[in-house]
């Protein structure tokens, strides 16, 4: 079941319905291709995106908000290294790999901001 909020193309949004895919995708190379070890390394990177980000929204503190957006960030940019090897080991189909990188940069794009902009929001101790 994808998530629609009544804001279209939030970062909460994207990355509830990228965990989704994700688990798609796992159950498919598990049952399928029989393959569990990079499966489950894209699986556990792919959904921990959402994870940060729902744990974000209850943050108590600014810096808070900004580690837990940060982490999603990381995650994010760890899933396209799964991806890529997935793809590069032949487990998935350049449609799947196109795919998943549209949907893993436009949430790394929509992470990036919140971070810079969080960021230069609290000054310039958070800066870099």
């Not at 994808?2 to 990228?18: D, L, M």
């Not at 994700?22 to 598990?30: A, F, M, N, R």
């Not at 590069?88 to 795919?99: H, L, T, V």
Request: proline share 1%; with cysteine.
């Amino acid at each position: 079941m994808r998530v629609e909020s009544e804001k279209k193309g939030t970062v909460a949004e994207k990355s509830y319905n990228f965990a989704v895919n994700t688990v798609l995708l796992y159950k498919y190379l598990s049952e399928t291709k029989k393959e569990f070890v990079l499966s489950k390394q894209f699986l556990r990177s792919g959904t921990s995106i959402g994870a940060n980000v729902r744990e974000a929204k209850q943050a108590q503190s600014k810096p808070d908000f900004l580690n837990k957006m940060n982490i999603a960030l990381k995650e994010a940019n760890e899933t396209l290294y799964w991806i890529d090897l997935l793809f590069d080991s032949d487990y998935i189909n350049i449609e799947k790999k196109q795919n998943y990188h549209k949907e893993c940069n436009e949430l790394i794009s929509l992470l990036s901001a919140i971070v810079k902009t969080t960021k230069n929001n609290l000054g310039s101790k958070y800066a870099r």
